[in-house]
């Protein structure tokens, strides 16, 4: 198999070292979906404890009202 000459090409000629401003673009991207990879994992656990609360209130606010005689 022969290989086509934009093959060979490329291989003679390798891509340039990035600078430093390609450098600092790729950094700050990693280190933002670190952050935000870090954030979700978060965001679960707060979910759940904020779902237990509102569950408990609502559960506060029926009882309540329930125990009250109405009003009729």
């Not at 022969?2 to 090409?9: E, I, V």
């Not at 673009?25 to 994992?41: A, D, E, N, R, S």
């Amino acid at each position: 198999m022969k290989s086509s000459p934009a093959a060979s090409r490329s291989v003679d000629k390798p891509l340039p070292a990035a600078g430093p401003r390609a450098r600092g673009i790729i950094f700050k991207q990693l280190m933002l979906g670190i952050f935000q990879g870090l954030f979700q994992l978060l965001q679960l656990p707060l979910f759940l404890f904020r779902r237990e609360s509102i569950r408990d209130q609502m559960r506060d606010l029926i009882q309540s009202s329930s125990d009250r005689p109405s009003q009729n």
